[in-house]
């Protein structure tokens, strides 16, 4: 398969369902199989994803200086992931609570504790750099230098940038201008959104865009296609919760962009994988191997005789 070198922020996450967003106050409440915790975070769930998909990867991101690593590979998953390559040199690991409920509301709490101040120690990535095929980023301070160093072995750059602002996109320029493919989420992002991406075609030139919509989908420019589309979601059978929906994709997308060189069997193979993962609780449970998913993707639709992808077919999600 292929091989990445994946760096990002890792967070300890909580995730609690709730009836609505916002919620109403109460001194306790009571909740059964409502609060799951575990780890999550971009770097993480990108590279948990592609690990399930069969690549290789070089899991590279900053933790708390006491933090147990053994979080990161719990017994009862079949996938395990290197921790050579976490560095616990923060004062604690980033942490992040997720509220939810059942109209897909989302409210996010972040504290990334002093990641601002973290700096990765490059000569554990130099020896690897050369065995990537492609490097994926997150935009935190400490992933800057992993730019020049892809960049000087030829490699591509995949990014996704989180949280993206107008008035902070000077700091962002460095991940925008460098970047092959982008990858965006509009909740942050208050423009009409074929002109958002447009406006990063023009400025960036990357080769490729994508732009999650949550439920509503996703939008692809494709340089290479001459395209800029929008595509539906794809029903999963159980919306268990959207976190870590675009993480999925995103991994799934890179893995088959890299095998095929087409992103629209890259596209329908991510939206089902995006579409089985968020049947779960959780962002690093509900992946496929690349068997599971090729078998749904042969159930559901016919890749060679596709023309367009459509967003009311369903798949199982969990029993």
């Given amino acids: 398969m292929f091989n990445y070198v994946i760096a990002g922020i890792t967070q300890l996450e909580t995730i609690i369902k709730v009836d609505n967003i916002p919620v109403a106050y109460q001194v306790c409440t009571e909740a059964n199989n409502a609060i799951h915790s575990s780890a999550g975070g971009d770097a993480?769930?990108?590279?948990?994803?592609?690990?399930?998909?069969?690549?290789?990867?070089?899991?590279?991101?900053?933790?708390?200086?006491?933090?147990?690593?053994?979080?990161?590979?719990?017994?009862?998953?079949?996938?395990?992931?290197?921790?050579?390559?976490?560095?616990?040199?923060?004062?604690?690991?980033?942490?992040?609570?997720?509220?939810?409920?059942?109209?897909?509301?989302q409210q996010v709490f972040d504290d990334l504790k002093d990641i601002r101040e973290a700096v990765y120690d490059m000569s554990k990535v130099e020896p690897v750099a050369d065995e990537a095929d492609m490097f994926i980023l997150t935009n935190a301070n400490f992933c800057r230098p992993f730019i020049k160093l892809a960049k000087d072995h030829g490699k591509k750059l995949a990014v996704k940038i989180h949280n993206f602002q107008r008035e902070k996109e000077k700091y962002n320029e460095d991940f925008l201008k460098n970047a092959d493919i982008l990858y965006f989420t509009d909740n942050s992002i208050q423009e009409e959104p074929f002109s958002f991406i447009q406006d990063m075609v023009d400025k960036y030139q990357p080769d490729m865009i994508i732009l999650g919509q949550g439920e509503k989908g996703l939008i692809l420019y494709d340089k290479f296609r001459d395209i800029k589309a929008h595509y539906d979601t794809v029903a999963s059978s159980q919306v268990v919760n959207l976190a870590g929906g675009d993480n999925a994709f995103f991994a799934c997308f890179i893995h088959y962009f890299m095998k095929t060189k087409d992103s629209k069997v890259a596209m329908h193979k991510a939206l089902l994988f995006c579409s089985h993962k968020i049947g779960y609780m959780g962002t690093s449970n509900g992946f496929m191997t690349e068997e599971q998913l090729d078998h749904w993707d042969e159930v559901v639709w016919d890749p060679r005789g596709m023309d367009s992808l459509k967003g009311n077919v369903t798949i199982p999600g969990p029993q």
């Fill in 44 to 105: 993480f769930n990108i590279s948990l994803a592609l690990k399930w998909l069969g690549d290789d990867v070089r899991f590279m991101t900053v933790v708390g200086e006491n933090q147990n690593l053994s979080i990161f590979n719990p017994e009862d998953r079949e996938v395990t992931l290197d921790t050579d390559y976490v560095m616990p040199i923060m004062k604690e690991t980033p942490v992040e609570v997720m509220l939810y409920d059942n109209n897909r509301k």
